[in-house]
Structure formats: structure tokens, C-alpha cells
């Protein structure tokens, strides 16, 4: 069975901090992406990767940061939390030969105070 | 940039009731697909529809890409309560991304 995990599940952090919310998928998918997800605006792109090492800006990448050293592994960062911050991130990962359909991990709420 | 529009955001309903909700754009799409995310948990895909016109059923729930796969619709017949959740229309944009709806939030009550 597909799974995609993410290392919380609720985040608490302080404006300024440092913050890394990990996705791991046992899929051996080559695509992986973060979104963050807030009321009346869907999921919107963070970053995405296409391998180990690569990354590519998604819409909103301002005040993030990416690193993939593993292919099963994406790791997001804020390197100053601000409250703007706070919301529900998503991990997705994708093989790239099914038409795009992407699997979810449970997703992060992480709170900026 | 490529927008879809979901109508409408919230919906709700008698268990029983038929619905019905849209997914819009100006943009022309490779392929939608049709998601469903329940509380505390992340998206999980329905259907994805690929040609304009095309027409795919899982069980109670019919989906529809437009002629011009500009635009998608979600019926659902004699909705019931396990049927509630957030539903996210999703365009597929090229290199494995996909642009997101605002989702509409249905609630089916019993």
C-alpha cells in the first residue's frame, strides 16, 4: 500500500524559530511536493522535486527552503517562522507515470504564535 | 496563471438528496482529477478524467470533463452521511503539477 508519512501531525513553534517538517514516502517516487493548505484557497505549491538534489520554486516559496537528499525523503523549512506562517502543510509524492495523480501524506498543522 | 474555480465552497444537505458541484476555468486542461480529504487527513485522489466529454461513474458519484476540458463537474445521487468531506478539482499543469480548486466543503446530514 502507497504511504506517505510526515514527522507531525501538530506543530507549535514561536515567530523566528527554525522549523523542519519531514515527508517520507516508501514508494520509490521520483516527484515529491509541499503545499500549504488554508481555508477558501485550496492547496497552494511551496516547492517541488523531481530527484535527489533537485528542487524547483512552486507559487509561494517565499520564506522557505527545500532540501532532498534522499529520494524518499523531502524536507521543508521555515527559516524564520512568522505567524502568516501558521497553516496545514501537506506532503505529496508521485511516480510520474500515472497521469499525475499524487498521494497525500496526513499533513502538518503547524502554529506560529 | 492557470485558476479553477469550485462551486460551491460549502453545501449542505439532507442524506438522500442529489448534488451536484463544478469546477471552472479559462484555462484548458491536460487532465482533472477529483479528490476527497476528510478531517485530519490528506487529499485522497477519486478520478482522474483525461478526454473532453468523458464520463466516469464510481458507484454513486459521476464525474464529467467538459468538451473542451475547460471545466468538470461532480454529481452525487442519494448522498449519504459517509459521503461528507472537503472534494478538491485538480488541473494537471504540466511537469507532474497540478493547480487545486478551493475545494468545496459538503456535509450530509443524517
Known amino acids: 500500500d502507497v504511504k506517505v508519512t510526515q514527522s507531525s501531525r501538530y506543530l507549535v513553534k514561536r515567530t523566528g524559530e527554525k522549523v523542519f517538517l519531514e515527508c517520507v514516502q516508501d514508494?520509490?517516487?521520483?516527484?515529491m511536493f509541499w503545499y500549504r493548505q488554508d481555508p477558501g484557497l485550496g492547496l497552494r505549491l511551496i516547492y517541488f522535486?523531481?530527484?535527489?538534489?533537485?528542487?524547483e520554486k512552486g507559487d509561494i516559496p517565499e520564506g522557505y527552503s527545500v532540501s532532498r537528499e534522499k529520494k524518499e525523503r523531502f524536507s521543508l523549512i521555515l527559516e524564520s517562522a512568522s505567524t502568516n506562517q501558521t497553516s496545514m502543510y501537506l506532503c505529496?509524492?508521485?511516480?510520474?507515470?500515472?497521469?499525475?495523480?499524487?498521494?497525500f501524506g496526513p499533513g502538518t498543522r503547524l502554529t506560529v504564535t | 496563471t492557470q485558476l479553477l474555480e469550485q462551486s460551491p465552497q460549502f453545501l449542505s444537505i439532507q442524506e438522500g438528496e442529489n448534488l451536484t458541484v463544478y469546477c471552472n476555468s479559462s484555462?484548458?486542461?491536460?487532465?482533472l482529477q477529483w479528490y476527497r480529504q476528510e478531517p485530519g487527513e490528506g487529499p485522497v485522489l477519486l478520478v482522474t478524467?483525461?478526454?473532453?466529454?468523458e464520463v466516469k461513474k464510481l458507484k454513486r458519484l459521476t464525474f464529467q470533463f467538459g468538451d473542451a476540458r475547460k471545466d468538470s463537474s461532480l454529481h452525487i445521487t442519494a448522498a449519504q452521511p459517509g459521503d461528507t468531506g472537503l472534494y478538491l478539482c485538480?488541473?494537471?499543469?504540466?511537469?507532474?503539477?497540478?493547480?487545486f480548486g478551493q475545494g468545496t466543503r459538503l456535509t450530509i446530514n443524517p
Open positions: 505529496a509524492s508521485t511516480s510520474g507515470q500515472a497521469e499525475y495523480e499524487q498521494y
Open positions: 478524467v483525461v478526454t473532453g466529454g
Open positions: 522535486s523531481y530527484d535527489v538534489k533537485m528542487k
Open positions: 485538480a488541473g494537471a499543469r504540466g511537469a507532474q503539477k497540478l493547480v
Open positions: 514508494m520509490d517516487h521520483e516527484n
Open positions: 484555462s484548458v486542461f491536460s487532465s
